[in-house]
């Protein structure tokens, strides 16, 4: 055969390149959730769709993808909600995957993308440190809804659940019975964040979390929290920041009272609205 005749068979055996995708069934994310309710968004994905959609849309400038002649990409709005619900309900990848019509792979990219996505553009935005006005505006409503003057807000730790690592694994052992690495917050009387650390291991004490926190650092060194003193019960009090027991008492960290079994009624009233106000 000469060369010109091999050079058109291979030329006729080339087939112009086609897009190959898996057929899975998303009848769940294309039929039914476009009929949810606003409180069957709540239950699903904890958010209303108006939520959602406003998430999406700040999401966009670094999550959206465009499709080529050889993958066609997850729309952003399912890549989203593929988020919230793993993130939401903790199912696995693979039922995530199924309920959603997408691979494996699929579910950890979109996870992946979203939260590298809310660490550079939400995060910032939304988790930022209370200014004088705003220290303000969280005592005041704190006091309104549980009667603490001069608070401003509630701190606890979280374990978040881990795969075991390889090395040091029983540092992540949590008294749970699990690994974990802890989360430690700081919200105001709406739960919203303002103070947020992370990343130690489980096996560690509340106590000892906020000891290696910068909030431990900062507020330790008095020019963390604004000097607001006020008058209470004859003591000069400024604000400060509600704990459980597991905390050490600071003049900025109250914790309840230990129950002896010889508590005034002044002191179990506080304990009550410690208790209130972190639970909420």
Same mark, same amino acid.
């Given at each position: 055969?000469?060369?010109?005749?091999?050079? @058109?068979?291979?030329?006729?055996?080339?087939?112009? &390149?086609?897009?190959?995708?898996? +057929?899975?069934?998303?009848?769940?994310?294309?039929?039914?959730?476009?009929?949810?309710?606003?409180?069957?968004?709540?239950?699903?994905?904890?958010?209303?769709?108006?939520?959602?959609?406003?998430?999406?849309?700040?999401?966009?400038?670094?999550?959206?993808?465009?499709?080529? +002649?050889?993958?066609?990409?997850?729309?952003?709005?399912?890549?989203?909600?593929?988020?919230?619900?793993?993130?939401?309900?903790? @199912?696995?990848?693979?039922?995530?995957?199924?309920?959603?019509?997408?691979?494996?792979?699929?579910?950890?990219?979109?996870?992946?993308?979203?939260?590298?996505?809310?660490?550079?553009?939400?995060?910032?935005?939304?988790?930022?440190?209370?200014?004088?006005?705003?220290?303000?505006?969280?005592?005041?409503?704190?006091?309104?809804?549980?009667?603490?003057?001069?608070?401003?807000? @509630?701190?606890?730790?979280?374990?978040?659940?881990?795969? @075991?690592?390889?090395?040091?694994?029983?540092?992540?052992?949590?008294?749970?019975?699990?690994?974990?690495?802890?989360?430690?917050?700081?919200?105001?009387?709406?739960?919203?964040?303002? +103070?947020?650390?992370?990343?130690?291991?489980?096996?560690?004490?509340?106590?000892?979390?906020?000891?290696?926190?910068?909030?431990?650092?900062?507020?330790?060194?008095?020019?963390?929290?604004?000097?607001?003193?006020?008058?209470?019960?004859?003591?000069?009090?400024?604000?400060?920041?509600?704990?459980?027991?597991?905390? &050490?008492?600071?003049?900025?960290?109250?914790?309840?009272?230990?129950?002896?079994?010889?508590?005034?009624?002044?002191?179990?009233?506080?304990?009550?609205?410690?208790?209130?106000?972190?639970?909420?």
């Amino acid at each position: 055969m000469t060369a010109l005749g091999l050079l @058109a068979g291979v030329q006729g055996s080339l087939q112009t &390149p086609s897009v190959w995708t898996l +057929n899975r069934a998303s009848k769940w994310w294309d039929v039914i959730v476009p009929g949810f309710t606003n409180t069957q968004w709540l239950e699903n994905f904890r958010m209303s769709e108006e939520t959602f959609i406003h998430l999406c849309n700040k999401l966009r400038p670094v999550m959206e993808r465009r499709d080529t +002649n050889f993958h066609v990409c997850v729309p952003l709005q399912k890549s989203v909600a593929i988020v919230l619900w793993k993130l939401a309900t903790s @199912a696995e990848y693979r039922s995530v995957g199924h309920l959603f019509g997408v691979s494996i792979t699929t579910v950890c990219r979109c996870v992946w993308d979203l939260c590298a996505a809310a660490e550079t553009l939400l995060v910032p935005e939304q988790i930022r440190y209370p200014d004088q006005e705003k220290f303000k505006e969280m005592a005041t409503d704190i006091e309104n809804r549980w009667g603490l003057p001069n608070c401003i807000g @509630a701190i606890d730790g979280s374990h978040i659940p881990i795969i @075991a690592p390889e090395e040091y694994h029983c540092d992540y052992f949590n008294r749970k019975g699990w690994h974990s690495i802890i989360l430690q917050g700081v919200v105001d009387g709406k739960g919203l964040f303002w +103070n947020v650390f992370t990343g130690l291991p489980g096996s560690l004490h509340d106590a000892r979390v906020l000891g290696l926190s910068t909030l431990w650092e900062l507020a330790s060194r008095g020019n963390h929290i604004p000097t607001n003193t006020i008058n209470l019960g004859g003591v000069n009090a400024g604000y400060y920041i509600l704990g459980d027991s597991a905390y &050490p008492l600071q003049n900025w960290l109250l914790k309840p009272f230990i129950d002896s079994g010889h508590l005034t009624a002044e002191q179990q009233i506080y304990n009550i609205k410690n208790s209130r106000a972190r639970c909420c």
